[in-house]
């Protein structure tokens, strides 16, 4: 799926709900943490729940890889059972030098093949040129992240700008509005209207609704573009919203009601 | 292994080798690319070939990923394969929130058991934590790359300090000398005499030196302490030194010319 398609799903099912499937094995509910594909069925259940309701799934892939051999066949069973409706992300932050960075590309655009991977700016335009080469395909690249350390480095100041905004006018040039995507993390949702500055047509991942405390309302308001330009992840707050037996009703109820949200603001700010 | 067992080692063998088995299926010898293990097939008879010369193995999991499933389990045979008197390095520049970190150093400390996992700075002390508090394994932070594109962001100012400065200098109260290295590029030994001023103790992981051209006598000049302090990889120049069914014998023979040369700068530097 590519970004005109995105939009396109968006309008139809009024949400740009991301679900992201965080599948801590520990968190899964008791009565399933024993069978044999336990992930997997967790995964499907969720997603059979709430697929009305959102227009993109991520695959947090770090939850998988821990699980070793396991992990990754459930990854790939999972992604087989997204419908190609939706929007398929890897979120696995993969970056590194170009002939390495080529490798991860094949492994998450064509190996599993996804319609979108995350990717690591630090050492910058050639760890990160591999992904973009494949034009069909969506390259995410982190620009502000959700969580505290990103005062750390993101925002510490390059001459008048944070290094993350450099990060945002270094890459624009790197790829194409269909093809090039950000991270802008909800918690920062007062930051949204200055990034709008820099990348007004590019659609923003934005991580931290919900488990972490960002504002729906503040990051549609001041994120949202003439194309929508959003896509915004929820992960624990959605799959793990009941241990119980009910674990996938009470998912859907959530999504659901995030859907709602959604179309609301959609007519407010679009 | 950890960091004291790393020294006694490099004394042993008098070599600061790290061998990086980045196993482009593409690359290996046509004879072993039908056979059913094929990767694994040829990191043991590099193993095999070059353990003498060298104290590190580092695994880059993008080439293992890219195949998949079996990949995965190449990966698994290859640390399975790999004494424990060999220092085992995941390169897998992971980096993430909190809670997806841990899932990273779970995979690469518990699942896959490896000494050591590199991690990518840029989202800041809670993204790198997770990793650290395993103070049995060691996390390799990178700093300074030995690509071209660490001009963008690596390279750029910020107050008098360079980002990966800024890096060096934040990330040293995160960890321990034991627990904490850096990966520092072999292209820009110029920049090692400056980067011992700020981590005067800490051991580095140097990439670069062989096909992407830099000096190991320079960085053995500028980047050696009083504990050697460096692990110096070589990737391709080794074990793609041959395509032929000798590759094995040919990659020893340069892992032998490295040994021999590390052995001459530690009797003129250390």
């Given at each position: 799926m590519n970004k005109m398609q995105l939009i396109?799903?968006?309008?139809?099912?009024k949400s740009f709900l991301c679900i992201g499937l965080d599948t801590d094995i520990q968190k899964i509910p008791k009565h399933l943490q024993t069978t044999q594909h336990a992930v997997f069925e967790f995964n499907k259940a969720i997603i059979d729940a709430t697929k009305d309701f959102c227009v993109s799934y991520k695959i947090n892939t770090a939850f998988y890889e821990s699980q070793g051999l396991k992990g990754w066949e459930a990854m790939e069973q999972t992604l087989q059972y997204i419908s190609s409706e939706h929007?398929?992300?890897a979120d696995a932050k993969r970056g590194d030098i170009g002939n390495t960075s080529a490798q991860y590309a094949k492994t998450f655009f064509e190996t599993l093949p996804f319609d979108a991977v995350t990717v690591a700016p630090y050492m910058g335009e050639d760890s990160v040129k591999p992904f973009l080469e494949y034009t069909n395909k969506t390259t995410i690249l982190l620009g502000l992240t959700s969580n505290k350390s990103a005062n750390d480095f993101e925002l510490q100041k390059i001459?008048?700008?944070f290094l993350y905004e450099k990060v945002l006018q270094t890459a624009i040039s790197w790829g194409t509005e269909n093809n090039l995507m950000f991270v802008i993390g909800a918690t920062q949702a007062s930051e949204l209207a200055n990034i709008r500055?820099?990348?007004p047509n590019h659609f923003l991942l934005v991580p931290g609704v919900g488990a972490q405390g960002g504002s729906l309302q503040e990051v549609s308001k001041y994120g949202m573009n003439k194309e929508v330009?959003?896509?915004v992840n929820v992960s624990r707050s959605i799959i793990f919203a009941s241990d119980g037996e009910n674990f996938a009703e009470e998912a859907a109820k959530v999504a659901r009601q995030y859907q709602i949200e959604m179309s609301n603001y959609l007519e407010e700010y679009l």
């Open positions: 396109e799903k968006i309008q139809q099912k929007f398929t992300i001459g008048n700008n500055k820099i990348i330009g959003l896509l």
